[in-house]
C-alpha cells in the first residue's frame, strides 16, 4: 500500500483560505486607542475598519464612510457612514459608536498614549486634560445614526489621513459601557470573549503565547469581496525562529528578516524575500533628558557629532540610508533640510569639554538600552567604541526582550532608548508632534515652546511649501535640541510565500486586508 505525506501547516491553511502571518510579539492590548506597538495595530487593522481608508498612493478612500464634506473654511467636516455597517454580532454601527471613539481615546484617566493625535479636535486638549469635564463640549457631535460632524480648531491638510489610523476606529459603546466607564484602562471589552469588530474578520481564538485567530466577520458591509475565510497570528519573537517557521513551510508571511541572512535570499531564494525603502522607518535612540549628564544640551549634541552613520550603516546587509533627520525621506511634500547630522569629532569634543567632561574624564557612564529580535550586537557594539574614541565616554550595552525594552522607555526608565518610529500618518508635522510638549508619547523629557509654535505655523499654514518650511524649522530645531539619536532609515523585510496575492503595507503601516487572497494550486 502506497502513504502519502502529510500536507505542511501552510499548504493546509492555503486550502482552508486561513493566512499564517508571523507577528513579532504577542499583544498587550486590542484597545485601539491604547495600541502602541505595530504588531497590535497588525491584528487591530484586520478587525476594525477606520472611516477613511489610505490607497498605494496614499491617497485617501472611502471605508466605513462612504462620503464626506467639508466645510468652506475647512474646519468642519461631516462623515456619512454607510447605512449597512455594522458590529461582528450584527448590531448597527452608528454615528454614536464614532464620536465614543473620540471620547474613550481623550479620556484623562485612559492615559492613552496617541491622546495628542486629536488635539486638533475643538476642545480635545482641553477635555484630556481635564480642564473640560463634558465630552458634549468637545466638536465631536453624532447628527443622527449615519452622520458624523467633527470641528477642528484650525484647517488641517492632514486630517482625513490622520483619520485612516487605527486610534480613530469606531468602537461598540454599548458593550463598553455595559462593562465600565469610557476612561477606566481596566475595562477589557477587548478581550476574546467581549470584543466587536467592525472590520472584514472577527475574534475566534486567542491563545497568549501561541497565536491569535481571526475568522471572517459575516456581517461585515463588505464581505463579498473579502477572499479569506480567516487569519492566524503566530507571537514569533526571534526573527531568526519566524524564519525557520517560514521555511518549515508553518508560516504564509513573516514579520521580518535578520538583515544578516538578506544576501542569501537575493542570491538563491529571491522570489520569496521582500525588501522596501519607499516606507522605511527612522531607527534612532531616544535620550532620557531628565537624566545626568544627558541633561546637558552639549552632551546630547556630541553624542549625535561623533557618530559615523555612513560607517554604521554599512555593517546592515540591506543599504539602509544614513538618517538625515528625523522624519523619514519618502513622506510626501515634505524634505528634511541638509546638514542637521553631520560627523564633526573636533565639535563634539569642544561640547563634551565645554559640559565639564573633557575627553570624557568624569562623566558618568551612560547605558545603551536595546531589544532585538534580530543580532543588533554589532551595530550596539559599534555605538559604544565611536563614542569611546571620539569622546572618552563610558556607554554600558544592555539589551532585553521587546517587551521590557517598550515599558522601560515609555516609564522614562532609561538613558538612551532604541527606537524603530514606524509612520502612522504620512504627513512631516504629525511625525514631528511626537515631540510637542503636549504629546504624552514622549518620553525623552524635553520641551521647547518654539518647537511647538513652529509645529502649530505649519499645522495652520495652507500653502504646501510655506508649510513645509514651518516644520523643516521644526526638524532643525529638533536636531539641535537634540533629544534623539537618528541613525538610520530602515527598509521594510520580509518572507512571503509567492503564491500570496493582495498583501501590501501602504505607508509603512496600513495594510488592506480584505484584498489578500491565495493564487489557485
Same mark, same amino acid.
Given at each position: 500500500?502506497?502513504?502519502?505525506?502529510?500536507?505542511?501547516?501552510?499548504?493546509?491553511?492555503?486550502?482552508?483560505? !486561513?493566512? $499564517?502571518?508571523?507577528? =513579532?510579539?504577542?499583544?498587550? +492590548? /486590542?484597545?485601539?486607542?491604547? @495600541? #502602541?506597538?505595530?504588531?497590535?495595530?497588525?491584528?487591530?487593522?484586520?478587525?476594525?475598519?477606520?472611516?477613511?481608508?489610505?490607497?498605494?498612493?496614499?491617497?485617501?478612500?472611502?471605508?466605513?464612510?462612504?462620503?464626506?464634506?467639508?466645510?468652506?473654511?475647512?474646519?468642519?467636516?461631516?462623515?456619512?457612514?454607510?447605512?449597512?455597517?455594522?458590529?461582528?454580532?450584527?448590531?448597527?454601527?452608528?454615528?454614536?459608536?464614532?464620536?465614543?471613539?473620540?471620547?474613550?481615546?481623550?479620556?484623562?484617566?485612559?492615559?492613552?498614549?496617541?491622546?495628542?493625535?486629536?488635539?486638533?479636535?475643538?476642545?480635545?486638549?482641553?477635555?484630556?486634560?481635564?480642564?473640560?469635564?463634558?465630552?458634549?463640549?468637545?466638536?465631536?457631535?453624532?447628527?443622527?445614526?449615519?452622520?458624523?460632524? !467633527?470641528? $477642528?480648531?484650525?484647517? =488641517?491638510?492632514?486630517?482625513? +489621513? /490622520?483619520?485612516?489610523?487605527? @486610534? #480613530?476606529?469606531?468602537?461598540?459603546?454599548?458593550?463598553?459601557?455595559?462593562?465600565?466607564?469610557?476612561?477606566?484602562?481596566?475595562?477589557?471589552?477587548?478581550?476574546?470573549?467581549?470584543?466587536?469588530?467592525?472590520?472584514?474578520?472577527?475574534?475566534?481564538?486567542?491563545?497568549?503565547?501561541?497565536?491569535?485567530?481571526?475568522?471572517?466577520?459575516?456581517?461585515?458591509?463588505?464581505?463579498?469581496?473579502?477572499?479569506?475565510?480567516?487569519?492566524?497570528?503566530?507571537?514569533?519573537?526571534?526573527?531568526?525562529?519566524?524564519?525557520?517557521?517560514?521555511?518549515?513551510?508553518?508560516?504564509?508571511?513573516?514579520?521580518?528578516?535578520?538583515?544578516?541572512?538578506?544576501?542569501?535570499?537575493?542570491?538563491?531564494?529571491?522570489?520569496?524575500?521582500?525588501?522596501?525603502?519607499?516606507?522605511?522607518?527612522?531607527? $534612532?535612540?531616544?535620550?532620557?533628558?531628565?537624566?545626568?549628564? /544627558?541633561?546637558?544640551?552639549?552632551?546630547?549634541?556630541?553624542?549625535?557629532?561623533?557618530?559615523?552613520?555612513?560607517?554604521?550603516?554599512?555593517?546592515?546587509?540591506?543599504?539602509?540610508?544614513?538618517?538625515?533627520?528625523?522624519?523619514?525621506?519618502?513622506?510626501?511634500?515634505?524634505?528634511?533640510?541638509?546638514?542637521?547630522?553631520?560627523?564633526?569629532?573636533?565639535?563634539?569634543?569642544?561640547?563634551?569639554?565645554?559640559?565639564?567632561?573633557?575627553?570624557?574624564?568624569?562623566?558618568?557612564?551612560?547605558?545603551?538600552?536595546?531589544?532585538?529580535?534580530?543580532?543588533?550586537?554589532?551595530?550596539?557594539?559599534?555605538?559604544?567604541?565611536?563614542?569611546?574614541?571620539?569622546?572618552?565616554?563610558?556607554?554600558?550595552?544592555?539589551?532585553?526582550?521587546?517587551?521590557?525594552?517598550?515599558?522601560?522607555?515609555?516609564?522614562?526608565?532609561?538613558? $538612551?532608548?532604541?527606537?524603530?518610529?514606524?509612520?502612522?500618518?504620512?504627513?512631516?508635522?504629525?511625525?514631528?508632534?511626537?515631540?510637542?510638549?503636549?504629546?504624552?508619547?514622549?518620553?525623552?523629557?524635553?520641551?521647547?515652546?518654539?518647537?511647538?509654535?513652529?509645529?502649530?505655523?505649519?499645522?495652520?499654514?495652507?500653502?504646501?511649501?510655506?508649510?513645509?518650511?514651518?516644520?523643516?524649522?521644526?526638524?532643525?530645531?529638533?536636531?539641535?535640541?537634540?533629544?534623539?539619536?537618528?541613525?538610520?532609515?530602515?527598509?521594510?523585510?520580509?518572507?512571503?510565500?509567492?503564491?500570496?496575492?493582495?498583501?501590501?503595507?501602504?505607508?509603512?503601516?496600513?495594510?488592506?486586508?480584505?484584498?489578500?487572497?491565495?493564487?489557485?494550486?
Amino acid at each position: 500500500m502506497g502513504c502519502k505525506d502529510a500536507p505542511s501547516p501552510a499548504d493546509k491553511a492555503r486550502a482552508e483560505g !486561513i493566512l $499564517l502571518l508571523g507577528n =513579532a510579539t504577542e499583544c498587550s +492590548r /486590542l484597545d485601539p486607542q491604547l @495600541a #502602541f506597538h505595530a504588531s497590535e495595530r497588525r491584528v487591530q487593522m484586520a478587525l476594525f475598519e477606520p472611516l477613511v481608508g489610505i490607497g498605494p498612493n496614499l491617497e485617501t478612500l472611502p471605508a466605513l464612510a462612504e462620503h464626506w464634506t467639508v466645510s468652506a473654511d475647512e474646519t468642519t467636516y461631516t462623515f456619512y457612514l454607510r447605512k449597512n455597517a455594522k458590529w461582528s454580532n450584527g448590531e448597527p454601527l452608528t454615528a454614536e459608536d464614532c464620536a465614543f471613539a473620540f471620547e474613550h481615546l481623550l479620556s484623562p484617566n485612559l492615559g492613552a498614549a496617541v491622546s495628542y493625535f486629536a488635539f486638533i479636535v475643538e476642545g480635545a486638549e482641553a477635555f484630556n486634560q481635564g480642564l473640560l469635564t463634558n465630552f458634549n463640549q468637545v466638536g465631536v457631535k453624532a447628527l443622527n445614526d449615519h452622520t458624523l460632524e !467633527i470641528k $477642528l480648531t484650525q484647517p =488641517a491638510q492632514h486630517f482625513l +489621513r /490622520l483619520m485612516a489610523y487605527t @486610534a #480613530f476606529v469606531p468602537i461598540p459603546q454599548k458593550v463598553i459601557l455595559g462593562l465600565g466607564s469610557a476612561g477606566d484602562r481596566r475595562n477589557h471589552w477587548d478581550s476574546p470573549q467581549h470584543v466587536l469588530s467592525s472590520g472584514p474578520f472577527r475574534m475566534k481564538e486567542w491563545v497568549l503565547g501561541s497565536h491569535l485567530t481571526l475568522e471572517k466577520n459575516p456581517y461585515y458591509w463588505d464581505q463579498a469581496n473579502v477572499h479569506l475565510n480567516g487569519i492566524i497570528f503566530y507571537p514569533i519573537a526571534d526573527a531568526r525562529t519566524e524564519e525557520k517557521a517560514f521555511q518549515n513551510n508553518q508560516l504564509h508571511l513573516t514579520y521580518g528578516l535578520p538583515p544578516h541572512r538578506l544576501p542569501y535570499y537575493q542570491a538563491h531564494e529571491p522570489e520569496v524575500l521582500h525588501l522596501h525603502y519607499d516606507h522605511s522607518a527612522t531607527e $534612532l535612540f531616544l535620550i532620557n533628558t531628565r537624566k545626568p549628564p /544627558l541633561d546637558k544640551l552639549e552632551i546630547r549634541q556630541a553624542l549625535n557629532l561623533a557618530l559615523d552613520r555612513k560607517a554604521l550603516t554599512g555593517l546592515f546587509p540591506d543599504k539602509r540610508a544614513p538618517a538625515l533627520g528625523f522624519v523619514p525621506s519618502w513622506i510626501p511634500d515634505y524634505q528634511t533640510p541638509e546638514g542637521l547630522l553631520p560627523f564633526d569629532i573636533p565639535k563634539a569634543q569642544a561640547l563634551i569639554a565645554k559640559a565639564g567632561y573633557p575627553n570624557g574624564e568624569g562623566a558618568p557612564p551612560i547605558t545603551l538600552m536595546y531589544s532585538a529580535s534580530t543580532p543588533y550586537g554589532p551595530i550596539a557594539e559599534a555605538l559604544q567604541a565611536m563614542w569611546k574614541n571620539n569622546l572618552g565616554l563610558n556607554v554600558r550595552i544592555e539589551q532585553s526582550d521587546a517587551k521590557t525594552n517598550f515599558y522601560n522607555i515609555i516609564t522614562g526608565n532609561f538613558d $538612551l532608548g532604541r527606537l524603530v518610529w514606524r509612520v502612522e500618518c504620512a504627513d512631516a508635522g504629525v511625525i514631528l508632534g511626537f515631540f510637542a510638549s503636549n504629546c504624552p508619547a514622549n518620553p525623552t523629557g524635553w520641551t521647547d515652546t518654539h518647537f511647538d509654535n513652529l509645529l502649530a505655523q505649519g499645522f495652520a499654514e495652507k500653502d504646501l511649501k510655506k508649510r513645509e518650511h514651518y516644520f523643516q524649522q521644526a526638524e532643525t530645531r529638533l536636531m539641535e535640541a537634540a533629544p534623539i539619536i537618528p541613525l538610520a532609515y530602515q527598509p521594510v523585510i520580509y518572507l512571503q510565500k509567492p503564491y500570496v496575492k493582495g498583501w501590501k503595507i501602504q505607508g509603512a503601516a496600513f495594510i488592506p486586508y480584505k484584498n489578500i487572497y491565495f493564487e489557485p494550486n
